[in-house]
């Protein structure tokens, strides 16, 4: 069975910095896409950032507008996890953060930041930026 399991959350001022961790177990996900969502109250479901093997051992990463310069994503195979990296965090970063991986390697550009193209999530981490 598959688990992804986030950790780091919680409260920090305006211009801090946080960083979050997500283990997967149950499937190596060395080969596929890991990411990170996040759901404001009221609000959707939105992309954050991605990462996703592109052949030789390289990696591309995706971020949305609003985050990057900001956040990085990261991801260490041996370990099995993604993190990503929030420094100069605003209120309107507030949100539960969730992990999220993809069984599909061949998502495109196009595609990678579609929550539909996820199979599997974590239950989500709390990230408050608030003084």
């Known amino acids: 069975q598959v688990q992804l399991a986030e950790s780091g959350g919680g409260l920090v001022q305006p211009g801090g910095s946080l960083r979050l961790s997500c283990a997967a177990s149950?499937?190596?996900?060395?080969?596929?896409?890991m990411g990170w969502f996040r759901q404001a109250p009221g609000k959707e479901r939105e992309f954050v950032a991605t990462?996703?093997?592109?052949?030789?051992?390289?990696?591309?990463?995706y971020y949305t507008d609003s985050v990057k310069g900001r956040f990085t994503i990261s991801r260490d195979n041996a370990k099995n996890t993604v993190s990503l990296q929030m420094n100069s965090l605003l209120p309107e970063d507030t949100a539960v953060y969730y992990c999220?991986?993809?069984?599909?390697?061949?998502?495109?550009?196009?595609?990678?930041?579609?929550?539909?193209?996820?199979?599997?999530w974590g239950q989500g981490t709390q990230v408050l930026v608030s003084s």
């Open positions: 999220a991986a993809s069984s599909s390697r061949g998502l495109t550009r196009l595609y990678i930041s579609k929550s539909g193209n996820y199979d599997y």
């Open positions: 149950g499937r190596t996900f060395s080969n596929y896409p």
């Open positions: 990462t996703r093997c592109i052949g030789g051992g390289a990696y591309s990463k």
